[in-house]
Protein backbone atom coordinates (compact mmCIF):
# COMPACT_ATOMS: atom_id res chain seq x y z
CA UNK A 1 0.00 0.00 0.00
CA UNK A 2 1.16 3.61 -0.96
CA UNK A 3 1.19 5.85 2.08
CA UNK A 4 0.50 9.75 1.78
CA UNK A 5 4.26 10.78 1.90
CA UNK A 6 5.22 8.82 -0.58
CA UNK A 7 2.48 9.24 -3.13
CA UNK A 8 3.71 13.12 -2.73
CA UNK A 9 7.31 12.27 -3.33
CA UNK A 10 6.36 10.26 -6.26
CA UNK A 11 4.39 13.71 -7.80
CA UNK A 12 7.17 16.15 -6.60
CA UNK A 13 9.50 13.73 -8.53
CA UNK A 14 7.77 15.01 -11.91
CA UNK A 15 7.84 19.23 -10.69
CA UNK A 16 11.19 20.72 -11.85
CA UNK A 17 12.64 22.40 -8.92
CA UNK A 18 10.65 20.85 -6.70
CA UNK A 19 12.17 21.68 -2.78
CA UNK A 20 9.69 19.15 -0.91
CA UNK A 21 8.58 22.17 1.33
CA UNK A 22 4.80 21.36 0.03
CA UNK A 23 5.25 17.70 0.95
CA UNK A 24 6.06 18.67 4.37
CA UNK A 25 2.86 21.11 4.78
CA UNK A 26 0.72 18.28 3.44
CA UNK A 27 2.02 15.83 5.96
CA UNK A 28 2.10 18.70 8.53
CA UNK A 29 -1.94 18.60 7.86
CA UNK A 30 -1.88 15.08 7.82
CA UNK A 31 -0.94 15.53 11.45
CA UNK A 32 -3.12 17.68 12.32
CA UNK A 33 -5.88 15.36 10.80
CA UNK A 34 -4.84 12.34 12.95
CA UNK A 35 -4.93 14.50 16.76
CA UNK A 36 -8.12 15.43 15.53
CA UNK A 37 -9.36 11.73 14.02
CA UNK A 38 -8.52 10.63 17.83
CA UNK A 39 -10.58 12.97 19.91
CA UNK A 40 -13.67 12.61 17.07
CA UNK A 41 -13.23 8.70 17.99
CA UNK A 42 -13.34 9.20 21.20
CA UNK A 43 -15.85 12.25 21.19
CA UNK A 44 -18.07 10.56 23.54
CA UNK A 45 -15.78 9.56 26.28
CA UNK A 46 -14.36 12.37 25.91
CA UNK A 47 -15.26 15.95 27.04
CA UNK A 48 -15.05 17.27 23.47
CA UNK A 49 -19.00 16.97 22.97
CA UNK A 50 -21.09 20.25 23.52
CA UNK A 51 -20.54 23.95 23.18
CA UNK A 52 -17.99 26.41 24.94
CA UNK A 53 -20.07 29.24 25.43
CA UNK A 54 -17.96 31.45 23.07
CA UNK A 55 -19.09 32.80 19.63
CA UNK A 56 -16.77 32.70 16.01
CA UNK A 57 -16.68 35.64 14.18
CA UNK A 58 -19.60 34.74 11.77
CA UNK A 59 -21.55 34.95 15.30
CA UNK A 60 -22.01 31.17 15.16
CA UNK A 61 -21.66 29.07 18.54
CA UNK A 62 -18.59 27.20 18.81
CA UNK A 63 -18.18 23.43 20.12
CA UNK A 64 -15.94 22.18 21.90
CA UNK A 65 -14.10 19.93 18.84
CA UNK A 66 -14.34 23.54 16.58
CA UNK A 67 -11.72 25.19 19.01
CA UNK A 68 -9.62 21.76 19.42
CA UNK A 69 -8.74 21.62 15.96
CA UNK A 70 -8.70 24.86 15.43
CA UNK A 71 -5.65 25.08 17.68
CA UNK A 72 -3.96 21.50 16.22
CA UNK A 73 -4.34 22.88 12.97
CA UNK A 74 -2.30 26.46 13.79
CA UNK A 75 0.08 24.25 15.86
CA UNK A 76 1.13 21.58 13.25
CA UNK A 77 1.67 24.37 10.38
CA UNK A 78 3.74 26.44 12.59
CA UNK A 79 6.00 23.74 14.10
CA UNK A 80 6.08 22.68 10.28
CA UNK A 81 7.05 26.36 8.89
CA UNK A 82 6.41 25.91 5.41
CA UNK A 83 3.00 28.45 6.08
CA UNK A 84 3.72 32.09 6.76
CA UNK A 85 0.01 33.01 7.30
CA UNK A 86 -3.66 31.14 7.53
CA UNK A 87 -7.05 32.22 7.78
CA UNK A 88 -9.29 29.95 9.64
CA UNK A 89 -13.15 30.36 10.13
CA UNK A 90 -13.05 30.19 14.15
CA UNK A 91 -10.29 33.42 13.65
CA UNK A 92 -11.15 37.18 13.05
CA UNK A 93 -7.97 38.17 11.53
CA UNK A 94 -5.09 36.47 9.37
CA UNK A 95 -3.01 34.17 11.73
CA UNK A 96 1.13 34.78 11.40
CA UNK A 97 3.64 33.53 13.11
CA UNK A 98 6.62 35.07 15.59
CA UNK A 99 9.29 32.35 14.40
CA UNK A 100 11.91 33.60 11.40
CA UNK A 101 11.16 30.16 10.08
CA UNK A 102 7.73 30.63 9.46
CA UNK A 103 8.14 34.03 8.15
CA UNK A 104 10.66 31.96 5.28
CA UNK A 105 7.53 29.84 4.45
CA UNK A 106 6.08 30.23 1.12
CA UNK A 107 2.42 29.19 1.18
CA UNK A 108 -0.67 30.44 3.06
CA UNK A 109 -3.60 28.16 4.02
CA UNK A 110 -7.05 28.86 4.49
CA UNK A 111 -9.19 26.06 6.56
CA UNK A 112 -11.97 25.20 8.28
CA UNK A 113 -11.08 23.43 10.89
CA UNK A 114 -14.49 21.96 11.46
CA UNK A 115 -17.21 21.63 9.13
CA UNK A 116 -20.60 20.29 10.36
CA UNK A 117 -19.49 20.33 14.11
CA UNK A 118 -23.10 20.69 15.46
CA UNK A 119 -23.48 17.58 14.00
CA UNK A 120 -20.80 15.85 16.26
CA UNK A 121 -23.33 14.98 19.50
CA UNK A 122 -25.58 12.91 16.80
CA UNK A 123 -22.53 10.92 15.39
CA UNK A 124 -23.03 12.36 11.67
CA UNK A 125 -19.29 12.07 9.75
CA UNK A 126 -17.80 15.95 9.41
CA UNK A 127 -14.49 17.32 8.22
CA UNK A 128 -11.87 19.76 7.83
CA UNK A 129 -11.36 21.63 4.46
CA UNK A 130 -8.06 23.37 3.43
CA UNK A 131 -6.73 25.29 0.72
CA UNK A 132 -2.93 25.88 -0.12
CA UNK A 133 -1.96 29.16 -2.17
CA UNK A 134 1.54 30.41 -2.54
CA UNK A 135 2.47 33.74 -0.88
CA UNK A 136 2.60 36.97 -3.00
CA UNK A 137 4.60 38.78 -0.47
CA UNK A 138 8.71 38.14 -0.53
CA UNK A 139 9.29 37.49 2.73
CA UNK A 140 8.46 38.46 6.71
CA UNK A 141 5.09 37.74 8.14
CA UNK A 142 2.43 36.51 5.81
CA UNK A 143 0.01 39.47 4.87
CA UNK A 144 -3.56 40.24 3.93
CA UNK A 145 -2.47 40.01 0.01
CA UNK A 146 -1.25 37.15 0.07
CA UNK A 147 -4.86 35.24 1.37
CA UNK A 148 -6.82 37.47 -0.77
CA UNK A 149 -6.44 35.62 -4.20
CA UNK A 150 -9.02 33.95 -5.85
CA UNK A 151 -9.39 30.21 -6.70
CA UNK A 152 -7.60 29.81 -9.71
CA UNK A 153 -4.36 31.06 -8.27
CA UNK A 154 -4.62 27.84 -5.71
CA UNK A 155 -1.78 25.27 -5.58
CA UNK A 156 -3.86 22.63 -4.05
CA UNK A 157 -6.95 21.71 -1.91
CA UNK A 158 -8.56 18.82 0.27
CA UNK A 159 -10.56 18.18 2.94
CA UNK A 160 -10.61 15.25 5.56
CA UNK A 161 -14.16 13.57 6.42
CA UNK A 162 -14.19 11.83 9.91
CA UNK A 163 -16.60 9.17 9.69
CA UNK A 164 -16.99 5.16 9.38
CA UNK A 165 -13.38 5.44 8.26
CA UNK A 166 -11.37 8.62 8.37
CA UNK A 167 -10.41 9.76 4.47
CA UNK A 168 -7.85 12.55 3.46
CA UNK A 169 -9.20 13.79 -0.51
CA UNK A 170 -6.66 16.17 -1.71
CA UNK A 171 -5.62 17.49 -4.89
CA UNK A 172 -2.70 19.29 -6.74
CA UNK A 173 -3.48 19.97 -9.78
CA UNK A 174 -2.74 16.18 -10.66
CA UNK A 175 -6.60 14.84 -10.51
CA UNK A 176 -7.63 13.82 -7.14
CA UNK A 177 -6.44 11.26 -5.04
CA UNK A 178 -8.02 9.70 -1.26
CA UNK A 179 -5.99 7.95 1.45
CA UNK A 180 -7.59 6.22 4.12
CA UNK A 181 -5.96 6.41 7.84
CA UNK A 182 -4.73 2.70 8.99
CA UNK A 183 -5.20 3.65 13.34
CA UNK A 184 -2.85 0.26 13.90
CA UNK A 185 -0.12 2.11 11.43
CA UNK A 186 -0.73 5.50 12.02
CA UNK A 187 -0.54 6.22 7.91
CA UNK A 188 -2.64 7.21 5.26
CA UNK A 189 -2.64 5.49 2.74
CA UNK A 190 -3.96 5.37 -1.04
CA UNK A 191 -7.33 4.01 -1.54
CA UNK A 192 -9.22 5.93 -4.07
CA UNK A 193 -7.33 6.92 -7.18
CA UNK A 194 -8.01 9.65 -9.68
CA UNK A 195 -11.69 9.93 -8.14
CA UNK A 196 -13.49 11.44 -11.10
CA UNK A 197 -17.59 13.34 -10.72
CA UNK A 198 -19.87 11.53 -12.91
CA UNK A 199 -20.72 13.77 -15.87
CA UNK A 200 -24.22 12.83 -14.74
CA UNK A 201 -25.68 12.07 -11.64
CA UNK A 202 -29.60 11.43 -9.46
CA UNK A 203 -28.84 12.91 -6.06
CA UNK A 204 -29.29 16.33 -4.96
CA UNK A 205 -28.56 18.10 -1.97
CA UNK A 206 -30.21 21.06 -0.57
CA UNK A 207 -31.86 22.67 3.02
CA UNK A 208 -35.14 22.24 1.67
CA UNK A 209 -36.86 24.00 4.28
CA UNK A 210 -35.52 27.05 3.30
CA UNK A 211 -37.49 26.37 0.23
CA UNK A 212 -39.58 29.51 0.17
CA UNK A 213 -36.32 31.81 0.77
CA UNK A 214 -35.34 30.86 -2.08
CA UNK A 215 -35.24 32.31 -5.73
CA UNK A 216 -37.48 31.25 -8.54
CA UNK A 217 -34.84 30.23 -10.77
CA UNK A 218 -33.65 28.00 -7.23
CA UNK A 219 -37.37 27.09 -6.78
CA UNK A 220 -37.55 25.95 -10.30
CA UNK A 221 -34.45 23.61 -11.07
CA UNK A 222 -35.68 21.88 -7.42
CA UNK A 223 -39.25 21.21 -9.24
CA UNK A 224 -37.25 20.08 -12.41
CA UNK A 225 -35.62 17.15 -9.97
CA UNK A 226 -38.58 16.14 -9.00
CA UNK A 227 -40.38 15.60 -12.40
CA UNK A 228 -40.79 12.38 -13.65
CA UNK A 229 -38.95 11.84 -16.78
CA UNK A 230 -37.15 7.99 -17.47
CA UNK A 231 -34.87 10.03 -20.32
CA UNK A 232 -33.33 11.70 -17.43
CA UNK A 233 -33.48 9.60 -14.63
CA UNK A 234 -35.60 11.72 -12.97
CA UNK A 235 -37.01 11.99 -9.90
CA UNK A 236 -34.00 12.49 -8.71
CA UNK A 237 -33.06 11.62 -4.97
CA UNK A 238 -32.56 14.01 -2.59
CA UNK A 239 -29.43 13.50 0.60
CA UNK A 240 -28.98 16.20 2.54
CA UNK A 241 -26.90 15.62 5.32
CA UNK A 242 -25.86 19.17 6.33
CA UNK A 243 -22.22 18.94 6.51
CA UNK A 244 -20.38 20.47 3.21
CA UNK A 245 -17.53 17.87 2.94
CA UNK A 246 -20.33 14.82 3.61
CA UNK A 247 -22.47 16.01 0.95
CA UNK A 248 -19.28 16.59 -1.40
CA UNK A 249 -18.05 13.19 -1.03
CA UNK A 250 -21.30 11.51 -1.24
CA UNK A 251 -21.78 13.20 -4.52
CA UNK A 252 -18.22 12.68 -5.80
CA UNK A 253 -18.67 9.02 -5.81
CA UNK A 254 -22.06 8.67 -7.02
CA UNK A 255 -23.20 11.87 -9.17
CA UNK A 256 -24.76 14.68 -7.48
CA UNK A 257 -25.14 18.66 -7.06
CA UNK A 258 -24.75 20.33 -3.69
CA UNK A 259 -26.84 23.56 -3.31
CA UNK A 260 -26.60 25.94 -0.94
CA UNK A 261 -28.06 29.25 -2.47
CA UNK A 262 -28.83 32.92 -1.65
CA UNK A 263 -31.39 33.61 -0.19
CA UNK A 264 -34.47 36.18 0.73
CA UNK A 265 -32.94 35.86 4.75
CA UNK A 266 -28.72 35.23 3.29
CA UNK A 267 -28.59 36.96 -0.11
CA UNK A 268 -24.94 35.48 0.20
CA UNK A 269 -25.73 32.44 1.34
CA UNK A 270 -23.99 30.78 4.24
CA UNK A 271 -20.90 29.33 3.17
CA UNK A 272 -17.34 30.70 3.27
CA UNK A 273 -15.33 31.85 -0.24
CA UNK A 274 -12.13 31.14 1.04
CA UNK A 275 -12.01 28.06 2.78
CA UNK A 276 -15.28 26.23 2.13
CA UNK A 277 -16.38 27.17 -1.28
CA UNK A 278 -12.65 27.70 -2.96
CA UNK A 279 -11.25 24.24 -1.83
CA UNK A 280 -14.16 22.62 -2.94
CA UNK A 281 -14.75 24.32 -6.21
CA UNK A 282 -10.97 23.17 -7.10
CA UNK A 283 -10.94 19.90 -6.06
CA UNK A 284 -14.69 19.59 -7.82
CA UNK A 285 -12.84 20.99 -11.17
CA UNK A 286 -10.16 18.60 -10.57
CA UNK A 287 -12.52 15.59 -10.83
CA UNK A 288 -14.01 16.97 -13.52
CA UNK A 289 -17.38 18.12 -12.08
CA UNK A 290 -18.83 22.19 -11.81
CA UNK A 291 -18.76 24.79 -9.41
CA UNK A 292 -20.97 27.95 -9.90
CA UNK A 293 -22.44 30.92 -7.83
CA UNK A 294 -25.35 30.30 -9.70
CA UNK A 295 -23.74 32.38 -12.62
CA UNK A 296 -20.37 32.50 -12.65
CA UNK A 297 -17.24 30.07 -11.66
CA UNK A 298 -16.49 30.31 -8.35
CA UNK A 299 -13.03 30.27 -8.62
CA UNK A 300 -12.82 33.31 -10.58
CA UNK A 301 -14.42 35.23 -7.64
CA UNK A 302 -12.10 37.81 -6.40
CA UNK A 303 -12.24 38.00 -2.91
CA UNK A 304 -12.48 41.03 -0.58
CA UNK A 305 -12.55 39.81 2.71
CA UNK A 306 -11.70 36.94 5.31
CA UNK A 307 -14.66 35.28 5.84
CA UNK A 308 -16.74 36.32 2.64
CA UNK A 309 -19.93 34.37 1.96
CA UNK A 310 -20.97 32.88 -1.69
CA UNK A 311 -23.44 31.11 -3.07
CA UNK A 312 -22.39 27.97 -4.63
CA UNK A 313 -23.89 25.19 -6.47
CA UNK A 314 -20.92 22.49 -6.94
CA UNK A 315 -21.02 18.88 -8.28
CA UNK A 316 -21.50 16.21 -11.73
CA UNK A 317 -21.01 18.95 -14.64
CA UNK A 318 -24.76 18.80 -16.38
CA UNK A 319 -26.45 19.05 -13.56
CA UNK A 320 -25.03 22.33 -12.35
CA UNK A 321 -25.10 23.79 -15.87
CA UNK A 322 -28.42 22.80 -15.45
CA UNK A 323 -28.88 24.81 -12.53
CA UNK A 324 -27.13 27.41 -13.70
CA UNK A 325 -29.81 27.64 -17.11
CA UNK A 326 -32.70 27.95 -14.41
CA UNK A 327 -30.55 30.74 -12.61
CA UNK A 328 -30.03 32.80 -15.44
CA UNK A 329 -33.51 32.15 -17.03
CA UNK A 330 -35.54 32.75 -13.87
CA UNK A 331 -32.64 34.44 -11.30
Do not use: W
Amino acid sequence: MKTLVEFIQEQQAHIPNATGEFSRLINDIGIAAKYINREVNKAGLADILGYEGSHNIQGEEQAKLDIFANNHFIKALENGAQCCAMVSEETEGLITFGNSYSNRGKYVVAFDPIDGSSNVDVNVPIGSIFAIYKRKSESGPGTIIDVLQPGNQMVAAGYVMYGMSTILVYAAGQGVNAFTYEPSLGMFLLSHKNLRYPVDGTIYSVNEANYIYFSEGVKRYIKYCQEDDAATNRPFVTRYIGSLVSDFHRNLIRGGIFIYPGTKKNPNGKLRLLYECNPMAYLAEQAGGMATDGFRRILDIQPESLHQRTPIFIGSRNMVSKAGEFMENFG
